[in-house]
């Protein structure tokens, strides 16, 4: 492509057929990156040009020098390569002479004019124009440290492979950027993915000191674990870049509405300890010491919101030890000043105003351009509103997210309108101090997450008690936050699940939650909303049920109890006494779910007016549904039975066994995998028994249950039964609504071709929170066994279950807490009869012992006995 001033490079035809192979060379070896003027334009790796020169039995140089001319080789390969491939290129390579005895070497290109120390000769002038105008073709810009604030010729060319945009705003583009090999120093970057934030500032003058600002902060900050590394910056043609490491999770306000969260403990524990650590990096930004070792030297950011926190990450194992945030987004910092004899500096507005704290507001419009004397600690307040949120979406996710911020401005509206024209519509405060609100929202989440887990109360307490503070009481020096959490900080006592749940063969016994100690002291101004922590809290620790939360329009959290669990197998495991389960529950047992009068709330309103469904009602398949089947074991249900019940808008409750079924399987985690193959999606009792069986089970997993599909096992589809959202905002998501966006699926043609199960069971089974000996699972695997692998009886998908099997026995977990139930649709004797093998022909432990962890049933079987499949040995036994 010819640059936009016209010149392009020419050569002289004599050289052409000596050197027509180089030149055949270059252009097949040429390859696109992006120049200043954001023209693709093609240019040659150093790389290949090296490896071709010095092909050992070529002598290429040589041959294009045309004579011995006193100049070593090796010289010209360490020193002038680059000149020389140009000069070849524009058909003077005798010119090298006076490249090598003027010293000209490869590492001061390019130039711009014509340097004077190669003389006036018009001959000579000639040849360094054709040079110069050559040259970016051969001396792409080169990434290495050291890199900053460099001026580049827009004519200079970036060897970016690939450039996809993250997002765009007034002030700047932000854009993931891959390099191509070679292009940068192993040591300046960790990879070849980096991040360009760029500044156009030919739009707009101040973006230039925005960009100015940012690369001063980022220098002065230098390296430390809990900031975006900064790898450098330049300017090209009116845009100001600053270079940055990549963070593959986006950022935190990404994970917040991603449909992901931590199923463990541990994992909570992980997610709140990585952002409390941003309190490492406010210290490090505000305790710099530029100028000299006894005076403290610092600057605030001013814009900590979870948009400017990155999320660092292994995206097949989100919430493992790789998790980490850190702190990006230095563009509005303050400069660095003293901070000895005061933290306070005049401060712009130009920040995100929700998480900006009540001494920084300016409520009225003609405040907007005015300056303000701020401290630092405003960046506390500002962490503090972020971990506010991430309490909240811990326990409800993105939608209990989005309640808070509504309630927030509900609130604003009706009782401080004066700060909705400043843009502080949504923020934490009234002006003066933290909303009752906020703290509502901090006693809701904790009555959500599990009293045995003491790091988020912690964390809440450290939140109310030293950041979310008028400026006057805050705590000034985010170390003494950290330090406070840093002591109160206890490791998990085990990698306990949410909610607190038993295993059949790991009984665990819970005391009632009125014998618990209540560790609270109330200590504000603001009454009862907002609840410290004393010294002598520990890791027990529940809900106080008096605290009013009709602020966020929900009910106050509830006592539930848990009864001591026997040891040994269920009493409600088939084949056992039925009469059991009245001996096992408390008699104080209730359920948010039970209040509800129908259970038909999982249909669309239109739906529920026509008995719920828009399908042909099923016929029944069994008129008597409690009579027991012949071998005396379960009494007869059938899929086809929960679909009409359904329709009909019976409660799960009225069915008969559902309460028997659901006390003896929990705790339990259900994964529905759906074959969504060519061959299976013209069959509609597919997603039909799908559903049903989701609506049935959803009462019953408290994970939520999941739905996946063999096309893209590792999308996850969540019904939201979190207990935030069905306890406190009763926001259950119905069933229907959950399997929406599958039915659209399944009507196109995306990933409808042959299925592929033992890749996708090997997708599902090695993240890290499936198999689990904190979390009892059963997958439920829809198919009907028509797979790739033409006649193969399924030894590779045999295979897959020997490692889960594996699994489980590192994790020493019992063999009826993780079962595959293999449900079948059609009749292909070769499928059907893969299935049969695998429900045959267990794998075998490191003992050489058969481990049965697969049934095999047909979707018109017994529903109690699909629903128990190899959890229960006797159900695994029938035909």
């Not at 001959?123 to 580049?152: E, T, Y």
């Not at 002065?220 to 845009?239: A, M």
Request: proline letters at 7%; charged letters at 25%; hydrophobic letters at 35%.
């Amino acid at each position: 492509m010819a640059h936009p001033d016209g010149n392009s490079a020419t050569r002289p035809a004599q050289d052409t057929s000596r050197n027509e192979e180089y030149f055949t060379f270059v252009q097949r070896n040429s390859i696109e990156g992006v120049d200043g003027y954001g023209h693709h334009v093609l240019f040659v790796p150093t790389t290949k040009l090296k490896k071709w020169w010095t092909e050992p039995r070529g002598r290429r140089i040589p041959r294009a020098l045309d004579l011995q001319n006193g100049i070593d080789i090796n010289v010209i390969i360490d020193y002038y390569l680059i000149i020389f491939s140009i000069l070849v290129y524009i058909g003077k390579p005798l010119y090298i002479h006076d490249f090598v005895r003027h010293g000209y070497t490869d590492d001061r290109l390019p130039f711009v004019n014509p340097p004077r120390i190669f003389g006036e000769d018009p001959g000579m002038l000639d040849m360094l124009r054709l040079f110069r105008d050559a040259q970016w073709k051969f001396c792409p810009v080169r990434f290495s440290k050291g890199m900053l604030r460099k001026v580049i010729d827009p004519r200079q060319i970036l060897p970016i492979m690939e450039s996809t945009v993250l997002k765009s705003s007034q002030k700047s583009t932000v854009k993931v950027v891959k390099l191509y090999p070679d292009s940068y120093d192993s040591e300046w970057a960790p990879s070849d993915t980096i991040v360009f934030k760029e500044f156009s500032t030919n739009k707009e003058s101040t973006l230039r000191h925005a960009w100015t600002r940012e690369c001063n902060a980022l220098a002065h900050i230098g390296h430390c674990d809990q900031i975006v590394q900064y790898l450098g910056s330049f300017e090209q043609k009116e845009c100001c870049v600053v270079m940055l490491e990549y963070a593959n999770g986006g950022n935190l306000l990404d994970l917040f509405k991603r449909n992901i969260l931590p199923q463990t403990i541990t994992e909570t524990q992980r997610v709140l300890t990585s952002i409390m650590t941003l309190l490492l990096a406010i210290n490090r930004i505000h305790n710099l010491k530029l100028r000299a070792e006894d005076q403290r030297t610092g600057f605030a950011h001013r814009d900590i919101n979870p948009e400017n926190i990155l999320v660092f990450w292994d995206k097949d194992y989100p919430f493992s030890r790789d998790f980490k945030v850190k702190l990006a987004d230095f563009d509005t910092a303050t400069p660095a000043q003293l901070l000895d004899e005061t933290t306070t500096g005049p401060q712009d507005n130009n920040e995100n105003r929700t998480y900006s704290p009540p001494e920084a507001i300016r409520p009225h419009r003609v405040q907007e351009v005015d300056l303000m004397q701020v401290s630092i600690d405003r960046d506390i307040w500002s962490l503090g509103c972020v971990l506010a949120d991430a309490l909240v979406w811990l326990a409800g996710g993105w939608i209990a997210v989005q309640t808070a911020e509504q309630d927030r401005k509900n609130i604003i509206a009706s009782s401080h309108r004066y700060l909705i024209d400043g843009g502080y519509g949504s923020c934490f405060h009234d002006g003066h101090g933290v909303l009752p609100c906020v703290l509502a929202s901090h006693q809701a989440a904790l009555a959500s997450l599990p009293s045995t887990d003491g790091t988020p109360r912690r964390v809440a307490d450290l939140i109310e008690r030293m950041m979310l503070q008028p400026s006057s009481s805050r705590v000034k020096r985010s170390m003494d936050i950290w330090n406070e959490f840093d002591k109160l900080f206890i490791d998990p006592v085990a990698n306990q699940p949410y909610p607190q749940q038993r295993s059949s063969s790991r009984p665990v016994s819970s005391p009632p939650a009125a014998n618990l100690p209540n560790t609270y002291n109330r200590q504000s101004s603001l009454g009862n909303n907002l609840m410290t922590l004393s010294p002598s809290t520990t890791n027990q620790i529940i809900p106080d049920p008096d605290l009013s939360l009709n602020t966020l329009g929900l009910d106050s959290p509830m006592a539930h109890t848990r009864a001591s669990l026997p040891a040994g197998p269920s009493p409600l495991s088939p084949g056992s006494r039925l009469e059991t389960p009245t001996a096992t529950y408390p008699p104080s047992r209730s359920s948010s779910i039970d209040k509800r009068p129908v259970e038909n709330m999982d249909f669309p309103p239109s739906q529920v007016q026509n008995g719920g469904s828009s399908h042909t009602a099923l016929p029944q398949q069994e008129s008597n549904s409690r009579s027991e089947n012949a071998n005396g074991l379960l009494p007869k249900k059938y899929v086809s039975d929960i679909i009409n019940d359904r329709r009909a808008g019976r409660r799960r409750e009225e069915i008969h066994y559902y309460e028997e079924f659901k006390l003896g399987i929990q705790p339990r985690h259900f994964i529905i995998v759906i074959d969504d193959s060519r061959s299976m999606r013209g069959d509609e009792r597919v997603l039909d028994t799908a559903e049903a069986l989701a609506w049935l089970i959803k009462p019953i997993d408290s994970l939520g249950v999941e739905v996946r599909l063999t096309s893209n096992p590792l999308n996850r589809y969540l019904s939201n039964s979190n207990a935030f959202r069905t306890k406190f905002l009763g926001l259950q998501q119905p069933t229907a609504s959950l399997f929406k966006p599958i039915r659209e699926w399944f009507r196109g043609h995306k990933g409808a071709g042959p299925c592929n199960m033992e890749l996708s069971l090997n997708k599902i089974f090695r993240e890290a929170s499936v198999v689990n000996r904190d979390h009892p699972t059963s997958v439920l695997v829809l198919t009907n066994g028509i797979w790739e692998g033409g006649v193969g009886k399924g030894e590779n998908v045999r295979r897959t279950i020997g490692e889960v099997v594996r699994q489980m026995e590192t994790q020493n977990i019992a063999r009826t807490d993780f079962t595959i139930q293999l449900l079948s649709f059609g009749d292909d004797p070769t499928g059907i009869g893969r299935l049969e093998y695998l429900d045959d022909n267990p794998p075998k432990d490191s003992r050489g012992r058969a481990c049965d962890i697969v049934d095999h049933k047909r979707h018109t079987d017994n529903l109690w006995e699909i629903l128990w499949g190899a959890a229960s040995e006797e159900v695994d036994k029938l035909p």
